[in-house]
């Protein structure tokens, strides 16, 4: 019944505005007025054809159906899986605990600290469906190989599980349990407090074999720093709980100079508590016009697609597949790392505490705060 009032309160509102209109007396226009009047569509379709120039399926056509709007949406979501089981055997390909998509907010930095919560919601610029068949062209082989969601571009926040009571150990932390997509990831911003041990570390790098250390300050990670490109991941996953990032440049001093050093990070992804997408230099909280980043979608694939993406061609492997934009971990202060002298040729470092937690997300019934 209340749909029915619902439906019929629409309909009279509509009515209403078509006589009011009528009222007012509409002009019709000559087809020389109505030449200078400009308008746009709330939805498009579009088709690329195997055979078109840039495809490089030549048996796979794509159909698109998008929208010419602004979605803002606020959620938290318990439980995230997709494709568990199947050809691929045991596991997930996407296994994620506790996920918030909002705006883009200051997170806590320490253990029992809050945040003011997200004053905005995540933002997808121009959503869009997408279907990929197979022979398109051919009615007796045709057929659906792959479906996709996403967004030409998004800017917010990506919170992902909690650090639990015991942040520095892996098994305390909850989110990503598995993940299969493209993630394009730089760090930024991220600060390391050293110690420098003059007889060597511990294996972990958590304490000096003798004494407490030289205290050398924090080694800071930055991206483009010292080099163009430097500390930027352009990361694809498969079903991964783990990743290696190896080359990641960090910038310390030592005897009043800055020493550039190269260092290795073999870190589950637990660790990862927030991503950025976007950016906020108007530190509003809110979005405005220019701070998206471009590409996001989830798919699913009977085959291996390249899907067309903004114009680029981008590659999704058979199952289900999440294309992320570029995003940000940064921000991050990490635990305390011994190092020794031969930290100068390169450390490989495992398990590092970046203190990120997700923000506090109190909106609806299923809440993360």
Known sequence: MKGLNCLAFT??????????AMEQGLTALTDTELSAETGQALFNMSYIAPSASGNPQNDIGFYKLGMEAQ???????????????????AGCDIDIDNVSFTGIVPTREKVGGTDAGPLSDFTLINPFYDIAIKNPTIAATREVVGFRIGADSVWGMLSLGDPG????????????????????TYIDNGNIPVKLCILGANATNTACTAGNGIDLGNA???????????????????????????????RTQLLGFDVDLTSNLDQSLKFIHNITAGSDPNNNGKYDPGESVKNFGISFQGQDVQWNTNGQWLNAQKG???ELPEGKIGDFTTRTVYAGLDALTGLTLSDLNQNQY???????NLTFC
């Not at 309909?11 to 505005?17: D, E, P, Q």
């Not at 318990?78 to 089981?85: D, R, V, W």
């Open 11 to 20: 309909v009279l509102a509509v009515m209403g505005s078509h006589v009011f």
């Open 71 to 89: 979605l803002d949406i606020n959620a938290n979501i318990k439980k995230f899986q997709l494709g568990c089981g199947g050809f691929k055997g």
């Open 165 to 184: 009571s015991d942040p520095d150990s892996v098994s305390s932390h909850t989110g990503i349990n598995s993940i299969t997509g493209h993630l394009p």
């Open 220 to 250: 800071t990670i930055k991206r483009n720093t010292p080099n163009q490109g430097d500390n930027f991941f352009d990361l694809t996953l498969n079903r991964a709980s783990r990743v290696y990032l190896e080359g990641i440049r960090v």
């Open 320 to 322: 289900w597949w999440m």
């Open 358 to 364: 997700p923000v506090d997300n109190c909106y609806s």
